[in-house]
Each structure stands twice: as C-alpha cells, then as structure tokens.
C-alpha cells in the first residue's frame, strides 16, 4: 500500500468554455547503451481501467496547481512516476464518455501534454490496481486506446527526433 494519496473530487477542478481542462504527459526513458543516433526511446504507458488498449497518464488540472504541476502529479497518481518535464507537446481535445457534468455537459476536454524524463519508477503509488508497461516508441501508436493519445504521441516523437537532430 503506497503512503502518497491520490486526489479525488471535482471541488477544484478547472474548465474553460465548455471543457474540463486535464493534463498529463507522455513518460519516456533512453537507453543509454545505445549510439546517441539510435538511442532506443521507450514511452511508459497504463491500461485503462474502463476497457482495453494503454494510456499515457492524464487527469483534471485543478484551481491550486499549474498545469505543470498537474501533469507530474498524474503521472505520480497514476504511473508511479516521478521525473522532469521536458518539453510541452501541445493540446489536445477529445470527448469524454464518462466525464460528463454541468459544466462540460458534452464531455469535452482539453489536455495539455508533456514529455516527461522519468527518473524514479515507485515501488508503491495511489493507483497501483493500474498495470505499467514500457514499450518501444514504434510499437506504442498501435497500443493507444485513443485517437488524441496517438496524435501526442506523435507531437513527441517529432520533439524527440528534432532534439536528437540537433545533438
């Protein structure tokens, strides 16, 4: 059982016409016994708990924290990670089916998504019924559950391939 308590409720949670307003991040880790050309990137990712395919880590961004702060945040709740922000990847909507309230009645959210170099896997965290797998950054756009997951994934992958260009 971890110590570390996820946060729950919707009492802080932000919105911006019409969507709630989540953010998350893409955790990613090099192999470092590679060429620096051919480094093997590798992107952690979760299953859902409401059907198949993974997840990168996301949740509502909420009244007390920047959406920095969230995104490390829901990748520590979720993923059992810790690390640095690398770079941000964009925004990005999508319909909720299950998030739906009087102030996004549609389900429509934004989510605003990271890079983040993960530098500590925890042993415990909040949502350990969640199962965590590393996969090879060219496998991972077939195990996204969802469309915009896939498109910041590819918004990495093209951070990633530009940074790596110009080392």
Not at 25 to 48: G, R
Not at 143 to 159: I, V
Request: charged share 30%.
């Amino acid at each position: 059982m971890s110590d570390l308590v996820a946060r729950t409720g919707r009492h802080q949670q932000r919105y911006q016409d019409g969507f709630r307003l989540i953010a998350g991040c893409i955790p990613f880790k090099c192999d470092e016994n590679s060429s620096a050309k051919a480094k093997e990137v590798e992107v952690l990712m979760i299953n859902s708990l409401s059907g198949p395919g993974l997840l990168f880590p996301k949740g509502g961004w909420e009244n007390d924290e920047t959406m920095e702060e969230a995104a490390l945040r829901e990748a520590m709740e979720e993923a059992g990670v810790r690390g640095e922000l690398k770079e941000f990847l964009g925004c990005y909507e999508f319909n909720s089916k299950t998030h739906v309230d009087e102030f996004s009645p549609e389900g429509k959210c934004k989510a605003a998504m990271f890079a983040l170099l993960v530098e500590e896997l925890l042993p415990s965290w909040p949502e350990n019924t969640r199962e965590r797998k590393w996969v090879k950054i060219t496998e991972a756009p077939e195990k996204c559950r969802h469309p915009w997951m896939k498109g910041a994934l590819q918004g990495f992958c093209k951070w990633h391939a530009d940074k790596e260009d110009a080392s």
